[in-house]
C-alpha cells in the first residue's frame, strides 16, 4: 500500500509540475523528488523482494531467435489462421516454407517475416497450389 502511494504522489507532482507550466530548473527539483520518492520505496519493501525478479521471468519467456519470433509472430497472427509454416533459421537468415493459399497470404507472411526484429533476410519457400 505504501508503495502504490508513493508512485501516486510521485505522479500527482509530475502532473502538477506539467499543468504549471514549470521551468528547466524546476526539473531539477523533479529529480530531487524522484529520487527521494525511489529511495522511500526502497525502505518500504521488504529487504528479500527482489523487483527485477518478475521482470526477469517476462523476457526468458519472450523468444531470443530470428525463426522463434517469426514463427510466435505467425502464429499469432489471426490471417494466417489454418495455414502451417515451417520456419527455419541460420543466424538472421529466416526460411519460411509450407503451402498458402493465395499470393496475398503469402505476400502477407513474408512482410510479416520480413519485419520481425532479428531478421535480415527471408527466404520465400512458400508454394502456392495449383487451381
Known amino acids: 500500500m505504501r508503495q502504490f502511494l508513493a508512485v501516486f504522489i510521485l505522479a500527482t507532482l509530475f502532473l502538477v509540475l506539467v499543468?504549471?507550466?514549470f521551468q528547466?530548473?524546476?526539473?531539477?527539483?523533479?529529480a530531487?523528488?524522484?529520487?527521494?520518492?525511489?529511495?522511500?520505496?526502497?525502505?518500504?519493501?521488504?529487504?528479500?523482494v527482489n523487483i527485477a525478479a518478475p521482470i526477469e521471468?517476462?523476457?526468458?519467456?519472450?523468444?531470443?531467435?530470428?525463426?522463434?519470433?517469426?514463427?510466435?509472430?505467425?502464429?499469432?497472427?489471426?490471417?494466417?489462421?489454418?495455414?502451417?509454416?515451417?520456419v527455419t533459421a541460420e543466424g538472421n537468415v529466416v526460411t519460411l516454407r509450407g503451402v498458402v493459399p493465395d499470393a496475398r497470404i503469402k505476400r502477407l507472411a513474408v512482410g510479416v517475416a520480413e519485419n520481425t526484429v532479428g531478421v535480415e533476410k527471408v527466404v520465400d519457400e512458400?508454394?502456392?497450389?495449383?487451381?
Open 24 to 30: 528547466a530548473s524546476d526539473g531539477d527539483k523533479l
Open 32 to 48: 530531487a523528488v524522484s529520487r527521494l520518492t525511489a529511495r522511500k520505496i526502497q525502505a518500504a519493501l521488504p529487504p528479500d
Open 57 to 86: 521471468a517476462l523476457r526468458k519467456g519472450l523468444p531470443t531467435h530470428a525463426d522463434d519470433a517469426v514463427r510466435a509472430r505467425l502464429a499469432a497472427d489471426k490471417r494466417f489462421v489454418g495455414v502451417e509454416f515451417k
Open 126 to 131: 512458400l508454394a502456392i497450389p495449383a487451381e
Open 19 to 21: 499543468g504549471s507550466r
